[in-house]
């Protein structure tokens, strides 16, 4: 390794020596090329666990041959998802057809709410899909998704508890080889082949993506211990899809925690931006830019790509962007917000909707009321004013003048969805809402913002170490004025090949 900088020696000396091994990868600190250079110093048989399965494709190319690179689905595929090919192929059901043949016929009433056999339906499918996603051996009612409208506690024991028998009777029906009520998706048989606790064969294993990982994944990777040695690297300062269930599985590990902390993608000023972003998340680890990439911080008029923080978001940079003749497109298209429209649409005409997230509501007022007064519902509130403001039909027209990337002059996109992408200039969306104020006042009798949640944190430095060239921090730039941008420069800098927890 004759251009390995001292962090990749020191991760390949830990890899040589057998030990277990804990890798922090900073945004843009070659973590595929510090694996690939780590399997080719040694002949054992390897596997690499890939994320989705394009990363598994280009890590083919750079892996050596010793290094089977394939997705966890990959590998539950050819133990036993192949043997459930004709009910893959099947075609789709909708899910009041599948809940109906598991015997849900009748309407309920919870509460205040009105549940409809299609929403009972789609919640005993959700219940699966979530167990498919935990290491849990069987269903319970902690796999019954939240319906807003029904968060207290009580209401959601009452829903579990009619739910759940339906759940593991579709759960039951998705062991079936041949045919069955349920529609069999790639998730269904990754949970059937992690409960058979299978042995992986290889000398060592390496999980990419770790600070995101199911843990379904996570206890098929770590139940491999016994006979290989376990690499997993990632960000942990990424992790930022817990909320549909996945899990940093880095910081808890037991093995030598190791990091690489230099960016190639950006320069030192960029590299101090995702400092203070690291520090208030109080992120493991902090990161130095190449003096050879001159990355600047300033305004844009004319970014490569523009970073929301809520979908709404995202359709009203479209939007403006369309309104001034720019060919545009969306990471991820179209269909969730043209979804989200049409249920708008039905909600406003007075009809109930089948959207997952505002299936409760029966009219627009009663989720404009939610969105305004309910803290369960703030994260609707830029739908409602985006609906509001530019009514369903000019969302819905602004979709459909959506082009592919690669024709584009501007690409839009939340940060959840810009994880793992990189423009040249990248804006900053002006949906990054600041934290609400505190009851504390200052010396000047101002009101003391509130704390920054580490989640929130950890969004924005996936969004600001998005660019190579030039970043407009935009919809961040309160974090000039919060007291969290004190942070001492100590904070701010610290950077260790070992990482401390």
């Known amino acids: 390794m004759p251009n390995a900088t001292d962090e990749q020696t020191a991760a390949a000396d830990a890899f040589r020596a057998g030990e277990h091994l804990v890798l922090q990868a900073g945004a843009g600190t070659g973590k595929t090329t510090t694996l690939a250079l780590l399997a080719s110093t040694t002949r054992r048989r390897g596997r690499y666990l890939a994320y989705n399965r394009a990363i598994a494709q280009d890590a083919r190319s750079r892996f050596p041959s010793t290094v089977t690179c394939k997705t966890a689905h990959a590998l539950a595929y050819a133990a036993v998802g192949h043997r459930y090919t004709r009910r893959l192929n099947a075609p789709r059901r909708p899910a009041w057809q599948a809940g109906h043949a598991l015997g849900i016929t009748k309407a309920i009433r919870i509460g205040d709410r009105d549940l409809s056999q299609k929403t009972l339906s789609n919640a005993a499918l959700r219940t699966v899909a979530s167990f498919c996603h935990t290491a849990d051996a069987a269903i319970t009612r902690y796999h019954v998704p939240h319906l807003r ?207 997952p997230e505002l299936v409760l509501f029966s009219s627009w007022g009663e989720l404009q009321d939610y969105a305004a007064h309910d803290p369960a519902g703030r994260d609707l509130q830029p739908l409602v004013d985006l609906v509001d403001t530019h009514g369903t039909d000019a969302i819905l027209s602004a979709v459909a003048q959506l082009v592919p990337e690669q024709q584009a002059e501007v690409t839009v996109s939340t940060a959840h969805r810009a994880k793992g992408r990189e423009w040249a200039r990248v804006r900053i969306a002006d949906d990054f809402i600041p934290p609400k104020d505190s009851d504390q006042l200052d010396a000047t009798g101002r009101a003391v913002p509130g704390p920054i949640d580490d989640g929130e944190a950890r969004l924005a430095y996936v969004a600001v170490t998005r660019t190579r060239q030039r970043l407009d921090i935009g919809g961040l730039s309160w974090i000039e004025d919060h007291p969290a941008a004190q942070l001492s420069l100590r904070q701010r800098t610290l950077t260790s090949s070992r990482v401390v927890y």
């Not at 990754?190 to 060592?204: G, V, Y």
């Not at 030192?268 to 990355?295: K, Q």
């Not at 545009?328 to 298209?333: D, E, I, T």
């Open 149 to 355: 409208g029904l968060e207290d506690h009580a209401l959601h024991a009452q829903l579990a508890a009619h739910i759940v028998p339906f759940a593991r009777k579709a759960w039951t029906d998705l062991q079936h080889f041949d045919d069955g009520a349920v529609r069999f998706d790639h998730d269904h048989y990754l949970k059937i082949w992690a409960l058979t606790q299978p042995r992986i064969a290889a000398d060592f294993l390496l999980l990419d993506e770790a600070q995101d990982t199911n843990p379904v994944v996570e206890q098929i990777f770590l139940n491999q211990r016994g006979h290989a040695q376990l690499v997993i690297v990632g960000d942990s300062a990424q992790a930022i899809y817990h909320w549909r269930g996945a899990k940093d599985v880095m910081t808890a590990f037991d093995g030598t925690q190791l990091a690489l902390s230099r960016s190639f993608r950006f320069g030192p000023r960029l590299a101090e931006e995702a400092n203070r972003w690291l520090a208030i998340a109080d992120a493991p680890i902090r990161l130095t830019g190449t003096e050879t990439v001159p990355t600047e911080l300033g305004p844009l008029t004319r970014p490569d790509a523009v970073l929301c923080r809520t979908n709404a978001g995202a359709m009203t940079q479209v939007m403006d962007l369309l309104a001034n003749r720019y060919r545009v497109a969306l990471v991820g298209g179209g269909d969730n917000l043209r979804a989200l429209a049409l249920a708008a649409y039905d909600l406003k005409e007075g009809r109930r909707t089948t959207h």
